[in-house]
C-alpha cells in the first residue's frame, strides 16, 4: 500500500513488548485498524482506533494514535511466540465513501523463544 | 458458523483458462469486498458492492468481473488468467451503517496460474 508504510520485520524475544509501526497519509481516515495474519490464514481483526482516539487499550495490546504525524502504533506487552505473524495496520476513508480499507505492507513478527 | 467463507481454497490452473471464486457471508452484512495479496503480502482493494450494486471498482483488468446474485454473495470470474494473476484473494463484508466498523474476511483463495 503506497500510502501506508510499516516496516517490514521486527524480532524481539519472548516475555519483552513489540512495537509495530505505521504512518499513513490521509488526514480524513475515520478509522485505523491492526489485523492479524498468521501462515496460511485470512485476517484477523485484533483492535481499532478511532480518530478522535489517542490510546486504547484491550488486554496486552494497547494502540497509539498521533494524527498531528499521522503515525500509528500496536504495542503488544508480554509477546508469545503465538503472537508471530504479520501484522498490518489500514484505514477507512469514510469521506470518499468508498468504506474499503487501505492495507500497510504488513510487518513480520517473529519471537524468539 | 462460518461468517465468511470462499471456495476453493486452491485453485491450480493454465494461462488462458477461466476460473470463478465464490464467497458467500451470512452475518446479514450490506457490503461486500474483494481484495487481492500478492506475493510480497500488499493487499489492495479490487471491488466493492453495496447491496448487490458496484460501488468501487479499482484499477483491475476487465478479465476480472464481479457478480452479486444477492447481498449475501459475491463471485470473482476471471477470463483468459494469466502469470501475474497469481495471488491470494480475500473476500470480505462489512455492515453499511455508520458507526459500525468492522470488515470481517474470509479465509482467502490461493490462485496459482501455471
Known amino acids: 500500500g503506497e500510502d501506508v508504510e510499516q516496516s517490514l520485520f521486527l524480532s524481539v524475544r519472548e516475555g519483552d513488548s513489540s512495537v509495530i509501526n505505521c504512518t499513513y497519509t490521509?488526514?480524513?481516515?475515520?478509522?485505523l485498524y491492526w489485523y492479524k495474519q498468521e501462515p496460511g490464514a485470512g485476517l484477523q481483526l485484533l483492535t481499532y482506533?478511532?480518530?478522535?482516539?489517542d490510546m486504547k487499550q484491550d488486554q496486552r495490546l494497547t494502540v497509539l494514535l498521533n494524527k498531528k504525524d499521522k503515525h500509528l502504533s500496536l504495542r503488544i506487552a508480554d509477546t508469545q511466540t503465538g503472537d508471530s505473524a504479520i501484522y498490518f495496520c489500514?484505514?477507512?476513508?469514510?469521506?470518499?465513501?468508498?468504506?474499503?480499507?487501505?492495507f500497510g505492507s504488513g510487518t513480520r513478527l517473529q519471537v524468539q523463544p | 458458523d462460518t461468517a465468511v467463507s470462499q471456495t476453493p481454497k486452491y485453485l491450480v490452473t493454465q494461462m488462458g483458462n477461466d476460473k470463478s471464486i465464490k464467497c458467500e457471508q451470512n452475518l446479514g452484512h450490506d457490503t461486500m469486498y474483494w481484495y487481492k495479496q500478492d506475493s510480497k503480502k500488499f493487499l489492495k482493494i479490487m471491488f466493492s458492492?453495496?447491496?448487490?450494486?458496484?460501488?468501487i471498482n479499482e484499477t483491475v483488468p476487465n478479465r476480472f468481473s464481479p457478480k452479486s446474485p444477492d447481498k449475501a454473495h459475491l463471485n470473482l470470474h476471471i477470463n483468459s488468467l494469466e502469470l501475474g494473476d497469481s495471488a491470494v484473494y480475500f473476500c470480505?463484508?462489512?455492515?453499511?451503517?455508520?458507526?459500525?466498523?468492522?470488515?470481517?474476511f474470509g479465509p482467502g483463495t490461493r490462485l496459482t496460474v501455471t
Open positions: 490521509d488526514s480524513s481516515s475515520t478509522y
Open positions: 458492492y453495496n447491496n448487490k450494486e458496484l460501488i
Open positions: 489500514a484505514e477507512r476513508r469514510d469521506g470518499t465513501g468508498r468504506r474499503a480499507l487501505t
Open positions: 482506533i478511532f480518530s478522535n482516539m
Open positions: 470480505a463484508s462489512s455492515p453499511v451503517l455508520a458507526g459500525e466498523y468492522e470488515q470481517y
